[in-house]
């Protein structure tokens, strides 16, 4: 029954290794990079820190919205969001690990992409397609009153280097986005690309999730009609900041954080996790929830 995570963990992102789920969160008490690890998806267990120490670009204390990158090699990179040290911005930093669960090592004096004239850059997002490799994020306009943007940009093979032409692919143009998007998460499903991101305010209940459909990982991009597909009902107040993931049987399941309804705004117990069937009828995802009650597990 959700939250199968009951504690502060927000912007989860979930990766599959072998038989293991590891999870990853925006910073908190336990770390820069809070970790976690499961077997079925539904029961969590807490590990370390996996980015002991930021790159020497960061400031700590706003290391937000972690993603990891498996490379063909076997080594993963671990892309995350700091506070940049000059210009005062949030930017996008790599690292790389020998171990999905870390720790990872950021040796670059510079960030991978901070747009200083976009009022910098946050919640970047990797993408596999056929052996090329793909990053998505947000400029972080409305933190200066500029329109945000979702990008999608070329990565080179090791996923150290942006390389080839940048592109936006969606902007808050719809009612129910408010003053933004972001947390881009990109899908391929039956030969389709879904991009998959949260609008509004994360701290309210106009929080949500929608998606627009794209002819390829570098655009063009057309939001879906139905659009949100994800919103605030019953004890998830706000839900957001969503990753998708397969599971062993190839079920499609939505991860995504979201507030109590008695703590919304509130540092305890935070944004907790939450975890959903997808289904796509027709081509279109079909989130079934937020489900309140019992359903059937992984």
Same mark, same amino acid.
């Given at each position: ?12 992102? $979930? ?47 706003? +290391? ?16 995350? +969001? ?15 690990? #020998? ?81 933004? $998007? ?49 919103? #605030? ?11 998708? $993931? ?44 937020? +489900? ?7």
């Amino acid at each position: 029954m959700n939250p199968v995570f009951d504690e502060n963990f927000p912007d989860p992102f $979930v990766l599959h290794v072998g038989k293991t789920y590891y999870a990853y969160g925006t910073n908190g008490d336990e770390g820069n990079v809070q970790t976690l690890h499961s077997q079925d998806l539904v029961h969590w267990g807490r590990d370390a820190d996996a980015l002991p120490e930021l790159g020497p670009w960061a400031l700590p204390g706003k +290391t937000w919205a972690p993603e990891v990158l498996r490379r063909s090699d076997g080594r993963y990179v671990l892309y995350y +969001t700091a506070a940049n040290q000059d210009p005062a911005l949030q930017c996008v930093g790599r690292a790389v690990g #020998t171990r999905p669960d870390g720790p990872f090592a950021d040796r670059s004096r510079e960030p991978l992409v901070c747009q200083t004239a976009q009022g910098g850059s946050i919640d970047a997002s990797p993408f596999v397609d056929r052996g090329r490799l793909y990053l998505l994020w947000k400029n972080d306009g409305n933190c200066c009153g500029k329109d945000t943007f979702i990008y999608s940009q070329r990565l080179a093979s090791d996923g150290l280097r942006l390389v080839g032409p940048r592109v936006r692919l969606v902007r808050q143009d719809a009612p129910w986005e408010g003053p933004l $998007v972001e947390a881009p998460t990109l899908w391929k499903q039956a030969g389709s690309y879904l991009l998959f991101f949260s609008a509004n305010a994360y701290y309210n209940a106009s929080y949500a999730v929608g998606y627009a459909r794209c002819r390829s990982p570098l655009g063009p991009c057309r939001d879906a009609a139905e659009n949100p597909i994800l919103k #605030t009902r019953c004890r998830a107040v706000g839900p957001g900041h969503a990753s998708l $993931v397969r599971d062993a049987d190839g079920r499609t399941w939505i991860v995504y954080h979201a507030w109590p309804p008695d703590a919304v705004g509130s540092e305890f117990p935070g944004r907790v996790v939450w975890l959903d069937r997808v289904t796509f009828e027709s081509g279109k995802p079909h989130v079934h929830g937020p +489900t309140c009650g019992p359903q059937e597990a992984p």
